[in-house]
């Protein structure tokens, strides 16, 4: 009988542990999606994005522009230049999307120890 | 007592939880679905797309001084130096007009069929807030052009339409 009942509340506790640490893990991914929304690194990625596509559209043969590293839309990690869309990775956050331009010239990226250059050739 | 009651009981409980698990975990994910559309924030800079490129296409033709007239009537933008992949989301017509108003000559490249488009959204009063990131960029302006084949003084209008990326 008493080992009956132990094994009951063995049984009880199991499920209840497996529980808890599974709300817990639940829990963590909210947080993090939450997380991710408020410091809004996918905004600021979009923004840095769609600035760095306008200036391409707009520049003129033997312009070149810089973006530092440490910028303020966050610690720039990647700029690439891919199929007419320009790729920034922001703070480990990797662009999928990209943003288009549009130029008659030929851009070129290149990195230095803090920042990324843009020449249009 | 049944032999192995027990045992298949606890089987049961565990497929029971692994269903609910599964269960919790699937309203999990659409309620993050469902808050990463409501929160996402996008940025339209169409309008400043279409303006930036309808300065690009005056330059191309005044600035070259070109001649019109041999420029291939639908493929305005890869004269002006555009690849196709850059441009597939802009619709541009340049209308020359003389001085009576009468049309002398037209330039255009991509879908006419985007401005029935843009007047679509145009005609909605109450936009839709998902709706409204679809809304195309536009810009419409009227320059001067001389034209040095004929030797006299045009009326030149820019039409730009930019499409969404997406």
């Known amino acids: 009988m008493k080992g009956g009942k ?69 610690i720039v990690q990647s700029v690439e230049l891919k199929e007419g869309k320009v790729f920034i990775g922001i703070e480990g956050l990797v662009s999928f999307k990209g943003c288009p331009y549009f130029s008659k010239y030929s851009i070129s990226v290149e990195e230095s120890q803090d920042k990324f250059i843009i020449r249009i050739k | 007592m049944i032999k192995g009651a027990g045992k298949r009981g606890a089987i049961g409980e565990g497929i029971l939880m692994i269903y609910r698990l599964i269960m919790v975990m699937f309203i ?22 279409a303006v ?6 005056v330059d191309c033709l005044t600035l070259t001084n070109s001649d019109i007239y041999s420029i291939e009537k639908n493929r305005l933008l890869a004269f002006c130096g ?18 009576s108003g ?3 000559h037209i330039l255009s490249q991509g879908d006419s069929g985007a401005l029935w488009v843009k007047e679509l959204f145009e005609k909605q009063e109450k936009k839709i807030e998902s709706v409204k990131k679809y809304v195309p960029g536009y810009f419409k ?11 006299k003084e045009l009326n030149m209008k820019v039409e730009i339409l930019v499409n969404a990326e997406f």
């Open chain 2, 28 to 49: 999990a994910l659409v309620i993050l679905g469902i808050s990463s559309v409501f929160y996402s924030h996008y940025i339209n800079v169409r309008d400043t797309e």
């Open chain 1, 6 to 74: 132990f094994s009951k509340r063995a049984e009880l506790m199991h499920e209840v542990i497996i529980h808890i640490i599974l709300v817990g893990l639940i829990f963590a991914v909210f947080f993090m999606a939450t997380s991710e929304k408020i410091n809004a690194r996918g905004v600021r990625q979009q923004v840095l994005e769609k600035q760095t596509a306008l200036l391409i559209d707009s520049a003129v043969l033997g312009m070149s522009f810089e973006i530092p590293k440490k910028n303020l839309n966050g």
């Open chain 2, 52 to 57: 930036i490129m309808a300065r690009q296409v």
């Open chain 2, 141 to 151: 302006e009227d320059y001067l052009f001389f034209d040095s084949i004929n030797n």
């Open chain 2, 102 to 104: 009468k049309q002398v």
């Open chain 2, 82 to 99: 555009y690849d196709d992949y850059e441009t597939n989301r802009f619709f541009v017509r340049v209308t020359f007009t003389n001085d």
